[in-house]
């Protein structure tokens, strides 16, 4: 195998830590670059067990930093990149747009930038995979699924900062011949998740008595894929996938958030010993999130059908082994819900 300098961005955060574990163990000749910001989603812990590993380096660096991207990318002359790096919460983008327009739009830009130049007088055999989601497509009705030519059609700010970021991937592809491609998934879950997420924030909500705040009546839905199964796609894509094409990425698992909520609450009586229908009584609605997409459903055709990928998981077992790891990581979900997470976490449930 040929020998080949990667960089992961992002990688310190949820989908990224398992995406660098998964290369870091999988490729040892490849020599893996983390580059994260380490914001308050980026976490060093995530990857505590790769530490030692020889061919596995962290650069803490700034995306939107465009100077100390060129810089970075000239010294290590990388042969690939998968972009991972971005402001993720739909809901932080309501509360403060122009934070995901920085790092998801010009943070993008920026590496696209570097990439360019760096390739400009050979570019056989690189690769920039740009990681996206299926919220760039806008909301479904009751029928339907996202297929790769749906047209773009975000809804929020967060949605709107990767649709434009995508839309760069392609340009550059399409105007400066940038071997770039693009990947669009649905909603991820498993270990290591932020817990301003619905699942494990949902969890760690259960654990402690906390009430779970659903937002309008819980009828959006949302498809679920395990993580490592979205880190096994970008894993097949990045080696087999067309430069210029998009892949779509998803679990054909689909769930109203109520449904979701309340097998949560189920599975959670049971392992923490509580009477059945006691963690359900913990369940809030509150004022609906605004512009809040009704349902996301992708149709992972193409890359089952052309690159052989497939989910591993069935969800009730996936989401099982999640609320495991959860449990058994307690030490972990308190270090990250410690400092400024308590009174951002307050804030948010009070203006509902
Ligand atoms: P995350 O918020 O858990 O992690 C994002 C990481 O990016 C963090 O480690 C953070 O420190 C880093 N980061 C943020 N701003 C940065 C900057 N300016 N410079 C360098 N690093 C920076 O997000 P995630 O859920 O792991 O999502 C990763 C990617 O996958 C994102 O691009 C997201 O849009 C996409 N995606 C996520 C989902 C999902 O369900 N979570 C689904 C589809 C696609
Ligand atoms: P989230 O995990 O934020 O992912 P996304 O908005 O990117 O799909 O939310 C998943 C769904 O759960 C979404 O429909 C919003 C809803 N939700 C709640 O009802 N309550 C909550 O506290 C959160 C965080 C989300």
Redesign the pocket.
């Known amino acids: 195998m040929m020998k080949k300098t990667l960089l992961i961005?992002?990688?310190?955060?949820?989908?990224?830590s398992h995406v660098v574990r998964l290369f870091v163990n999988k490729y040892p000749d490849y020599h893996i670059v983390n580059?994260?910001?380490?914001?308050y989603?980026?976490?060093l812990a995530n990857l505590k067990d790769l530490e030692d590993k020889p061919n596995y380096e962290f650069v803490k660096?700034?995306?939107?930093d465009s100077e100390a991207m060129l810089n970075l990318f000239r010294e290590r002359q990388f042969d690939g990149v998968i972009h991972?790096?971005?402001?993720?919460?739909v809901d932080r983008s309501i509360s403060n747009p122009t934070e995901f327009v920085?790092?998801n739009v010009i943070?993008t830009v920026n590496l696209l930038n570097a990439a360019r130049e760096i390739w400009k007088d050979n570019s056989e055999g690189k690769l920039f995979y740009h990681?996206?989601?299926?919220e760039v497509y806008g909301s479904l009705g009751s029928e339907g699924m996202f297929t790769e030519t749906t047209g773009y059609d975000p809804h929020s700010p967060y949605s709107a900062s990767?649709a434009s970021s995508d839309h760069f991937v392609r340009a550059y592809h399409d105007t400066f011949e940038l071997p770039a491609l693009v990947s669009?998934?649905?909603?991820?879950y498993g270990s290591f998740?932020?817990p301003e997420?619905l699942i494990p924030l949902f969890i760690n909500n259960i654990r402690n008595n906390k009430a779970l705040p659903v937002y309008g009546k819980g009828e959006n839905i949302r498809d679920w894929l395990w993580v490592e199964d979205h880190a096994r796609a970008i894993d097949v894509i990045f080696h087999q996938g067309k430069v210029g094409e998009t892949y779509n990425i998803g679990g054909h698992n689909e769930w109203t958030n109520i449904d979701l909520i309340k097998l949560m609450c189920a599975i959670m009586d049971r392992k923490l010993g509580r009477e059945s229908g006691t963690s359900e009584k913990l369940i809030t609605y509150v004022k609906d999130r605004a512009g809040h997409d009704l349902r996301y459903a992708i149709d992972s055709t193409k890359l089952q059908n052309e690159l052989g990928w497939v989910p591993s998981l069935q969800f009730e077992e996936g989401l099982e082994k999640t609320i495991d790891w959860y449990l058994a990581n307690e030490e972990w979900m308190n270090n990250v819900t410690s400092g400024d997470y308590q009174s951002y976490y307050e804030e948010q449930y009070q203006k509902r």
């Open positions: 961005t992002g990688g310190a955060g949820f989908i990224g580059l994260d910001k380490l914001t989603a980026g976490n660096a700034d995306i939107v991972l790096a971005a402001e993720s919460h920085f790092t943070g990681i996206s989601t299926d990767k669009n998934c649905s909603n991820n998740q932020f997420k």
